[in-house]
């Protein structure tokens, strides 16, 4: 079972910028084809830092006063909170290795 948490326009606060650990947080849209190769990775993520890192994902379609805080305009858009600010943004499809290594770097 996934780890990854579905953060809403009506969580997103709670989840995200009240965490006290670092949160992953993957904007993507059902319509989008490199959402769709990202989406497994971070599912992926979401299982191996279970514990260390809260991961999830905002569907920008659902949810667009999320999306218009935070700036996002193109997808997928990987952003890496930490004590409720963006520390990380990450647009594309980058490599697992990539966000991995950003993520990591929040962890201490």
Known sequence: MSKTIEFTDGNFSDEVENSDTPV???FWAEWCG???MVGPVVDEIATEYDGKAKVGKVDVDSNPE????YGIRSIPALLI???GEVVEQIVGAVPKAQIKKQLDAQLV
Do not use: M
Request: glycine letters at 0%; proline letters at 8%.
């Open 24 to 26: 992953l947080v993957d």
């Open 66 to 69: 999320v999306s218009v805080k």
């Open 34 to 36: 490199p959402c769709r």
């Open 81 to 83: 909170f930490k004590n």
